[in-house]
């Protein structure tokens, strides 16, 4: 009987997934529930975060999903009440993925290829994708969906990115993916963001192989 290696195992899983989170189900190695380190009134107030490892032809992805996200009818308030420009700067929620070595605060080699359609994807109202290195080098370690439209209260919203070993194949990086909800402020002379409040939910870790974990990430 002919064996399955873990490569073939995570390009078979790859294949047979059920579409995407647009009406789409897929089959995430870990699943997180949000939690909340600091509240600040607009956060998301739950949501799931699913995570897996792809191997399209070539590629080593990364794939994380903010999925089930939700706002209660406070916290819908609370954004309709603060969102907007103020003395020239403009706040806005956003929800955002940073990925980071295992230290979960230094650059690592799993990053972004942009901020473009073909990498993102959201049903957040009025979305847009802002990026940025958090070290001022290399490609993107931070995409931030900025939703300037009306969220409504309980309704499920979901926000989901590809980031891309830069080393594969001559090494499996390993690292950690974070999902907070921030109070985004942007700069509309620069067009530079930065997080205002920001509310961390969960996170995952990316092994040297074809799995995730959050077991001790």
Not at 151 to 170: H, M, N
Request: charged share 15%; net charge neutral; proline share 2%.
């Amino acid at each position: 009987m002919k064996t399955i290696t873990q490569k073939g195992l995570a390009s078979l899983l790859t294949i047979i997934l059920l579409l995407s989170t647009a009406g789409v189900v897929w089959a995430w190695g870990v699943y997180p529930a949000f939690g909340h380190l600091a509240r600040y009134g607009g956060e998301a107030d739950s949501g799931n975060l699913g995570g897996q490892i792809e191997f399209p032809t070539g590629y080593r992805y990364i794939r994380a999903s903010g999925e089930h996200v939700k706002w209660t009818s406070s916290q819908v308030s609370w954004i309709t009440t603060n969102r907007g420009l103020y003395l020239g700067l403009d706040y806005q929620p956003a929800m955002v993925f940073h990925v980071f070595k295992l230290d979960g605060s230094s650059c690592g080699d799993i990053r972004s290829e942009g901020t473009g359609s073909g990498w993102n994807w959201s049903n957040l109202p009025g979305y847009y994708v802002w990026g940025k290195s958090t070290c001022n080098s290399g490609k993107k370690n931070e995409i931030r969906f900025i939703a300037t439209g009306t969220i409504v209260a309980g309704t499920e919203y979901y926000y989901q990115s590809v980031f891309v070993d830069q080393k594969y194949s001559a090494t499996w990086s390993t690292g950690m993916v974070t999902t907070d909800s921030y109070w985004d402020r942007k700069y509309p002379l620069t067009g530079w963001h930065e997080g205002y409040y920001n509310d961390f939910h969960t996170k995952f870790c990316v092994s040297s192989g074809a799995s995730v974990y959050t077991s001790g990430c």
